[in-house]
């Protein structure tokens, strides 16, 4: 009896996985293809823009920078330095000190001649008590604005951000980040050129700074990360960036932008309440909640995504810190999946629901979970000699084809678009990685999604009642938006 | 999502053939039938049966039979127990040709029994699984595979099998044709994109290089008139015939001509034009003006634009209201930069909503432009168009066109909330004080953003009737933001009467905003 | 015969301003990035030189900081594409710029420019 159910396990199983492989393939493909026609779109649009008029017309909207710092006392001076030089017009930085520990708060009061003013701050979202609010009587550091507060988390020190930020438009940056100068023109470009359809948000590519040389604000020589980890999130940064999310933006179904470089509309933000803090995945959860907001009240609207490289960052190289951020990586999009069922396979939700919510719970959500299921499956059909085990086997092999495929263009693409990497020993190192990630890298990420599983099982992170409580509360303040602007 | 999924993964087991099957019970159950079974198992664990004949008709050559071994029993003769079910057919058959009466008797574990306990015997053996019913009929094959799978053998199990992979194998065999299909063709795609593209990367490399020189003599040997008058002789000795009707070697001299135009003044760029339309690079701009693509027409259109081609604007106020975002941004732009009149029309006609990008180029062009020409824009407030009216309220503003602010102020009545909010801000900026009766208005609007305008715009040019109002408001307003706003317009309105709403036992909140506002470093937010 | 190097990666106009200073009577020197000019500067030893601001690898500012380190009593001219932005222009002239020119320009009149400063 016990064999019998075993035995429909498998034949289910099967059919599941050929559906899937098929799936996956097709899929792909289809991305591939809609990426690289968003690409040719966007560089030919781009040899009609000219930003020099940007910075200084009178009808550009004005951003405010946010960047949330918990001990960032090393660099923060230079970081905010660099912010503050950024060419633009009508700009504000305002850095939140997170409750750090070390002297964040004193370097920058003492470097920028910093004092507390008299802000009467009254928090439209809720948020950790703010301790001060700082500004400077110099001249030269007039946009700056410094917020001290509790410590509270990312997502709630942008949170008092939102509150106090002045202008039209928010720019939420991890402070170490390294901008162009040109960064806030280009980001606000899609912004400035919406007609009918509402641009709600502009995301943009993170790039790897490891072992290139910077210069003012810019990587100046590309060069390939030395270490097989940092090799490989070059390729992913291709495969999932450059071409992932130049395709979803074509058909309009970004459900995801940067949390390290993202754009936002102001009011929109303040309208759905702000960043939700009790989750690990506050980016994505924002722009999935801003666009159901969107979709709730049928008001057109895109996401849109600016791929030339204005944003980098020194990514991890080691190995556990490297496995933390996949496991909360993975524990915020289930998180956030979770807080947005209703989305998921629902007419009202446009491309979000039927396609954007579907892929991202089968093929990044559960996708390591299937995967290591896959892998059992084709050990225990070759473990009983089950004949059929060869063609799932082949499977497999396909598998890596596609995946040896699928990167090889992402780089084919960032060659055909920009080429930074231009050094033939970088191409051969990149080429070697992509050979061997499927066996190397890849395993692990697997393993590490599926322990974000477990951990977001076992109610790491905030999960539970908390959760939902939250969220309410976050609706409860749209609904009273809503009220009081009719 | 999750009842969906409960519904999808039923549907999926109703899709696996032969489950329905397995839980029938294979034992007939009538008589001849379940004969027919036993003939076709042979042999059964624990079953067998004998023959029972009567006295009569039984020869001595049967009693001697060793096939049927019989024995003397009270009634008749009793032949030996048969294991073997498919023998029934062949015995039975030399009994009838002797035409002797016999009846089969079943036995269980050498006990005669009923053909139904029998029958309950068998089912239940078969149930619990310990015995397997045998299937005639097996292609080799299969029955190796099964053999070799040690699986175990039900009928079921076996067609399923068949079946499925069969399935599976095509299903696998189309997946992984289809895969190397469409990888092949991408990757000759991307290929023999990658070939051109470096292939004409490197032309138009050597274009470059061999256009440096003509150029560069043109300039600075021959004046705007020697140019003017160069027969087509002289141009190809410059610029080759053969190479100029080549679509890359044209491209890459309207880039580098244009190019220059941007970067030289004076003399060169009357040079520049006159050799663009020697060279009949006007032509082929308006030409591409007719391309399908849509980048082809914008280009089109710049070069026409930045090359100041006066003659085609018949010709782009065809664009002007294109769905193509792009076409019709550089179309109007085209329009305004070169029309004698400064042409406004295709502007206020456009159906599109405006956006800023838009609204940015056309200042630029509308301040360089306003240098030496007239700016009748009056004409864009009568536009349907609602985003063109809010822009013709901004021009009013940011050129400082106060002759205009009477066609302002007669257009209030009729202003949506959108364009309140800006003419609310140009009232401000001008300094339009006779309009506070106006600006009253909107403070008691119940749209917010009206009233937040309102009371910016009150800080400057409010009057009494304002400070009331304001203190008015004040006590009624909940929002912390809005207030705020109220209250520091009412400081730089009066700031006696902010001294005395703010002083006293006023509520908190009224003092927090109150420090807020006189501290000097805050004086922008 | 004086000696003017040029930094400047637009070929036409580096192309357009050599053929002018020529027809004054310089010898002209051409490079195309900002690496390259710093290292003719020490090698050319020019008695001019001309640069734009914005450039591949290194930017004009640079350029100007160590051709005013190696070579302290060489003139310098800005042309710049930045046309005439405040910050640029102020921290040029801090570091003893001769002259600044904003594109667009008149080649005609850098010529005179540069006939000018040289005599």
């Not at chain 1, 009587?137 to 990312?154: A, P, Q, W, Y």
């Not at chain 1, 303040?270 to 690990?280: D, L």
């Not at chain 1, 446009?350 to 093929?363: L, R």
């Not at chain 2, 009567?54 to 030996?80: H, N």
Request: proline share 3%; charged share 25%; hydrophobic share 45%.
């Amino acid at each position: 009896m016990y064999s019998f159910l075993f035995f429909l396990l498998l034949e289910i199983f099967g059919l599941m996985f050929l559906i899937l492989s098929f799936s996956v393939i097709l899929i792909y493909l289809i991305l591939m293809v809609l990426s690289a026609l968003e690409m040719r779109d966007f560089l030919r649009k781009n040899s009609f823009a000219d930003y020099g008029d940007i910075i200084t017309s009178p009808i550009t909207p004005g951003v405010s920078i946010l960047a949330p710092a918990y001990n960032e006392g090393q660099n923060i001076v230079q970081n905010a330095q660099s912010l503050l030089s950024l060419h633009y017009g009508k700009f504000e930085v305002i850095l939140i000190n997170d409750g750090s520990k070390d002297d964040t708060l004193e370097k920058l009061i003492s470097s920028f001649e910093l004092e507390k003013t008299n802000y009467a701050y009254h928090p439209e979202i809720e948020t950790k008590a703010v301790r001060g609010i700082y500004r400077s009587k110099n001249m030269s550091f007039r946009r700056l604005t410094v917020i001290d507060k509790e410590n509270g988390g990312k997502a709630d020190a942008l949170n008092t951000g939102i509150n106090i930020a002045s202008l039209e438009i928010l720019a939420c940056i991890d402070v170490d980040c390294i901008l162009s100068s040109d960064s806030i023109s280009r980001m606000v470009r899609p912004f400035m050129e919406e007609t009918n359809r509402k641009v709600i948000a502009v995301g943009g590519v993170v790039g790897i700074a490891n072992n290139c040389d910077v210069k003012d604000g810019t990587v100046t020589t590309y060069n390939v990360p030395e270490t097989v980890l940092g090799k490989f999130q070059v390729i992913e940064y291709f495969r999932a960036f450059l071409m992932g999310r130049m395709a979803w933006s074509r058909v309009n179904g970004l459900m995801l932008i940067s949390g390290a470089f993202g754009f936002f509309r102001k009011d929109l933000v303040r309208a759905v309440g702000g960043y939700f803090p009790k989750t690990v995945g506050e980016d994505m959860e924002l722009v999935v909640r801003m666009r159901r907001y969107m979709y709730e009240q049928k008001i057109p609207h895109k996401v849109s995504f600016v791929p030339d490289p204005l944003c980098w960052t020194e990514v991890p190289e080691d190995q556990k810190v490297l496995s933390r951020q996949r496991n909360r990586w993975m524990r915020g999009t289930i998180e956030t999946l979770q807080l947005h069922q209703a989305l998921g396979l629902n007419p009202k939700y446009g491309i979000v629901g039927m396609i954007s919510y579907p892929f991202w719970s089968v093929f990044e959500k559960f996708a390591p979970i299937i995967e290591a299921s896959g892998i059992i499956y084709t050990i225990t059909l070759l473990a009983i000699g089950d004949f059929s085990a060869i063609y799932f086997f082949a499977l497999l092999v396909m598998m890596y084809l596609l995946s040896l495929l699928v990167s090889s263009f992402s780089v084919l693409y960032e060659q055909i678009a920009f080429n930074h990497y231009k050094e033939k020993k970088d191409l051969r190192k990149l080429i070697w990685m992509i050979l061997t990630e499927p066996f190397v890298i890849h395993p692990k990420v697997v393993y590490w999604g599926i322990l974000g599983h477990i951990d977001f099982i076992k109610g790491k992170g905030g999960w539970g009642a908390m959760i939902r409580t939250g969220f309410k509360k976050a609706e409860d303040k749209r609904n009273l938006a809503e009220q009081s602007t009719t | 999502m999750s009842k969906r999924l409960h519904w999808i993964i039923f549907g999926l087991f109703s899709l696996i053939p032969g489950l329905s099957q397995a839980q029938e019970d294979p034992v007939p159950r009538d008589s001849t039938g379940f004969y027919e079974f036993l003939k076709s198992q042979r042999e059964v664990p624990g079953l067998s049966y004998r023959y029972i004949f009567s006295e009569k008709g039984i020869t001595l050559a049967y009693r001697s039979d060793s096939l049927f071994s019989l024995s003397k029993t009270d009634s008749g003769y009793v032949s030996k127990p048969f294991a073997d079910f498919s023998w029934i057919d062949e015995l039975q058959q030399q009994l009838v040709v002797d035409s002797l009466m016999y009846q089969i008797q079943l036995e269980l574990y050498s006990q005669p029994k009923s053909i139904e306990v029998a029958q309950e015997y068998l089912s239940d053996l078969i149930g619990k699984g310990d015995y397997l019913v045998k299937v005639q009929e097996d292609l080799p094959d299969v029955d190796l595979v099964s053999l070799a799978a040690k699986m175990p053998y039900l009928p079921v199990q076996k067609f399923k099998l068949k079946f499925m992979s069969d399935y599976r194998l095509l299903a696998v065999t189309l997946i992984i044709v289809f895969f190397f299909i469409a990888s092949a063709a991408m990757i000759i795609s991307m290929l023999v994109m990658k070939a051109n593209k470096i292939k004409r990367e490197a032309l138009q490399d050597e274009y470059e290089g061999i256009i440096i020189e003509p150029l560069t003599t043109l300039l600075f040997e021959k004046g705007v008139k020697d140019i003017m008058a160069m027969d087509e002789a002289e141009i190809h000795s410059f610029f080759p015939k053969n190479l100029l009707v080549k679509e890359l070697y044209q491209h890459v001299l309207i880039d580098r001509i244009i190019g220059l135009n941007k970067k030289m003044k004076g003399e060169f760029k009357e040079k520049l034009k006159a050799l663009y339309k020697k060279l009949e690079l006007d032509k082929v701009s308006i030409k591409s003006l007719h391309h399908r693509k849509w980048d082809r027409v914008t280009m089109g259109l710049v070069q026409i634009n930045e090359m100041d081609l006066i003659e085609a604007l018949p010709e782009v106020k065809k664009f002007t209201n294109s769905s193509n975002f792009h076409i019709r941004s550089r179309a109007v732009s085209a329009l305004l930069n070169l029309s004698e009149h400064v042409d406004f029309k295709a502007l206020r006609d456009q159906t599109y909503p405006l956006s800023l990008w838009q609204q940015m180029n056309y200042l630029r062009i509308i301040r360089f432009v306003g240098l030496h020409k007239d700016l009748n824009f009056e004409t864009l407030l009568d536009s349907k168009n609602q985003s063109i009216r809010v822009f013709a309220i901004k021009l009013v503003r940011i050129l400082g066109r106060v002759d205009m602010i009477d066609r302002l102020i007669s257009y209030e009545e009729t202003a949506s909330d959108e364009e309140k909010i800006e003419i609310l801000e140009t009232y401000a900026t001008v300094g339009a004080h006779m309009e506070s009766r106006f600006i009253n208005v909107c403070l008691r609007s119940s749209n917010p953003s009206v009233a937040a305008a309102a009371a910016k715009a009150a800080a400057v040019i409010g009057d009494a009737d304002s400070e009331e109002i304001l203190l008015d408001l004040l006590q009624s307003e909940t929002d912390f933001r809005r207030k705020r706003s109220f209250l520091r317009s009412l400081y730089k309105l009066n700031k006696e009467k902010f001294e005395m709403v703010t002083s006293g036992d006023s509520s908190s909140d009224l003092l927090e905003i109150r420090n807020h506002i006189l501290d000097p470093m805050l004086q922008d937010v | 015969m004086k000696k003017i190097l040029i930094i400047e990666d637009d070929k036409l106009i580096s192309s357009l301003v050599q053929f002018r200073l020529k027809k004054e009577g310089y010898e002209t020197h051409l490079v195309c990035d900002g690496n390259e000019g710093i290292l003719a500067i020490d090698s050319y030893l020019p008695d001019m030189i001309i640069t734009d601001v914005m450039m591949p690898f290194r930017s004009g500012i640079e350029i100007i900081h160590h051709a005013r380190q190696s070579q302290p009593n060489t003139p310098i001219i800005v042309l710049s594409s930045l046309g005439e932005e405040e910050e640029v222009v102020l921290e040029a002239f801090n570091l003893g710029v001769s002259d600044f020119i904003p594109k667009p320009f008149n080649p005609n009149e850098l010529a005179i420019r540069v006939k000018r400063i040289l005599k």
